[in-house]
DNA sequence: ATGCAACCTTGATTTAAATCAAGTCTGGCG
DNA sequence: CGCCAGACTTGATTTAAATCAAGGTTGCAT
């Protein structure tokens, strides 16, 4: 499985697994270790059945193009392991990152006949992939799954807002705690094991990817995660892996409560 | 009927129209002049009886209070008349509006106990409540109004992900023009009568809100409307009415392309 | 008609964050 | 093991937009 990065997921190179034996297809979704955190938890044995049966699973490396901006919208995924950057961007190259699906999170509803925002892969993710007919043949099989997908995407729609609210009005400060802030609730959510990880967040993206989600540019992202550091608010853990050493604090400056 | 801000969509008073004649009302969506432009558009004869019975129809004044930030999420509202501003705000009181809801949109969907929002109208509205229970049962007896108000949610998201990309991206100056293109997209979307009034944008809104939705001061909302209108981009109109001169250059601008 | 309050505009000055400019760190590869 | 490219950090300077500060308009209530 080599690593190859611009790959789009609807290439068969780039580390998609084919279809297995039948038997095993139809077992994927019912082994599925975050089924439970997902979509997917609306549905019976059978509907799970179903599930294997409309999607196919991918596994995809770091940097790999999953949706392009203004392409036919064809598919629809589910994020089952790993980290994907949904996009935005102006002609000129300017960029903003509109959200971050982890574990669990779906991607690639669309209303319109293609893409409005773009995809990519931030490390090493496996999503399933359903093509437009077979979800919407699914949605009208098994109305729980509909019903769980509507709550899906208002709940997305709230984080939107909320995201809206930071990138309008926040400081620098406000938009780098309120992130490290999520980044720590998406790894609790996402954590398989229950370790001593306490306070821990997970931080796969690079400088730019977090500058290109919160509005702001690198050198500002890098000099407050540093002042942070100096402050003893966070410490750096393993690569890609920060440490929260107070949780209180940080909330406080997320939501604008001046803290000097 | 008094003017009445600060009122809520609750409170008997304040201009709420209180249930008429059981024959009135079955008739209520069948005659509604903006349906066709709404959820209720999924709706056959006997589905628009059930609407007008599951819902109230409210007309309230400007500055009224429609939901409050962190209030029990109990009904769900369809603009068929005016302007509904929705905003969150931080403890000090920095507000961001996340979207304007113009007649034809629907608002106060949530999948948490509370509103993680405010809303409030901008000029006159006309609203139907559909208290929660209610939206519910046709949400299971209407599957074709399920999936349109699963459209809409998607395309709420696809609006907020290009409202992301201006307040982290853009610059004041292609804020404000998007902005403009944006109203008058609406206003042609809204108006009923198909006058002249071709490339005109209706702005109800105060340059506080204007503000406070592009994530700008009033100051320079003011200064970049005054150097569209000394450079002919734009002309006032009537008062709450902007003519569109050049919409080509709008466009440019709005998207970021240089244009001076 | 007049007064006033809310809203809007314009100008001067400040400032938070961007930009410009060097480095330093890190981890994968030969 | 040590080199290199990409990622990150830190410092100096600039700048777009915020803030501070007056006025000017508008329309409603008396």
């Known amino acids: 499985m080599t690593s190859s990065p611009q790959t789009s997921a609807f290439a068969p190179a780039g580390g998609a697994v084919h279809a297995p034996k039948a038997d095993i297809d139809v077992m994927r979704c019912l082994v599925c270790d975050i089924r439970n955190k997902s979509l997917c938890n609306s549905m019976d044995e059978e509907g799970l059945a179903a599930l294997a049966h409309s999607s196919r699973q991918l596994l995809l490396p770091p940097g790999t193009t999953i949706v392009e ?5 064809l598919a629809f995924f589910n994020v089952t392991r790993g ?11 300017r960029r903003q990152i509109t959200g971050f699906a982890d574990a669990g999170q779906f991607l690639g ?5 293609t893409y409005s925002f773009g995809a990519e892969t931030v490390d090493n993710v496996r999503l399933c992939r359903f093509l437009r007919p077979q979800l919407e043949t699914l949605l009208s099989d098994y109305p729980t799954f509909e019903r769980r997908l509507l709550a899906a995407v208002t709940d997305k729609l ?10 309008g009005r926040k400081t620098a400060r406000e938009k780098v705690a309120s992130f490290l802030l999520d ?4 790894f609790h959510l996402t954590a398989n094991r229950r370790q001593e990880a306490e306070n821990m967040a997970s931080v796969p993206m690079t400088r730019v990817d977090i500058a290109d989600y919160l509005g ?45």
């Open 69 to 73: 901006e203004g392409e036919p919208a």
């Open 83 to 93: 980290t994907v950057k949904l996009f935005k961007s102006l002609p000129d190259g």
């Open 109 to 113: 509803l669309s209303t319109a006949q």
């Open 158 to 167: 709230a984080e939107a807002q909320e995201q809206m609210l930071l990138l």
């Open 183 to 186: 980044r720590m609730k998406a």
């Open 216 to 260: 702001l540019t690198i050198e500002t992202v890098s000099r407050t995660i540093s002042a942070f550091r100096r402050s003893l608010l966070i410490a750096s853990a393993e690569n890609h892996r920060i440490r929260i050493l107070s949780v209180a604090t940080l909330l406080n400056i997320a939501s604008g409560q001046k803290t000097d």
